[in-house]
């Protein structure tokens, strides 16, 4: 942390933030612009997956949302947004990055999110999953018509990477 391609730093949510992150929700047909408590709550309790993708020449261009789900492993995306200038760039794919290390060290095993299906989002969603974490879509369930008109529940396994067991030098000799 800080992540970077070309001009691309991935950061953690700030106050400075909100605005932008405000903004950019309300371009959003399918989302609830978040109000400054809740980010300010989200950045007091879960500032480890709320991520902001800046361009070093003209700011912030993508952030993520998300929020840990306790005792279960999982993580939920909320909200994923790149902004027209960041769609040229690479940001969404430095933000996933920067995810997949946030929850290897969190050892998270699924991240769930929802989106329409088959939309430009869920396809570009899709793609990058494949490619940053190597793992594949599966559906949850239809959500609630009153919660998300059309929307769709999905989710991905974190394989986490075993770590393999080497005997110890006293485990050795007790052999013998």
Request: hydrophobic fraction near 40%; charge should be positive.
């Amino acid at each position: 942390m800080p992540t970077s391609s070309s001009h691309i730093q991935v950061r953690r949510l700030n106050i400075s933030d909100f605005a932008f992150v405000r903004e950019l929700a309300s371009q959003q047909s399918t989302f609830t612009i978040p109000p400054p408590y809740v980010l300010w709550l989200l950045l007091k309790v879960y500032r480890n997956v709320c991520l902001v993708a800046e361009d070093d020449r003209i700011g912030p261009v993508a952030y993520l949302l998300a929020i840990p789900v306790q005792p279960s492993g999982s993580l939920y995306v909320w909200q994923l947004a790149v902004s027209g200038k960041g769609k040229r760039s690479n940001a969404i794919l430095q933000l996933l990055r920067e995810l997949r290390r946030t929850t290897q060290k969190m050892r998270i095993r699924r991240i769930m999110f929802s989106t329409l299906p088959q939309s430009a989002t869920f396809r570009m969603i899709r793609r990058y999953v494949t490619t940053v974490f190597g793992s594949h879509l599966g559906v949850n369930s239809a959500l609630p018509s009153m919660i998300a008109p059309g929307e769709t529940e999905y989710r991905f396994e974190l394989f986490q990477r075993k770590v393999r067991q080497y005997p110890t030098k006293t485990a050795r000799s007790s052999r013998r």
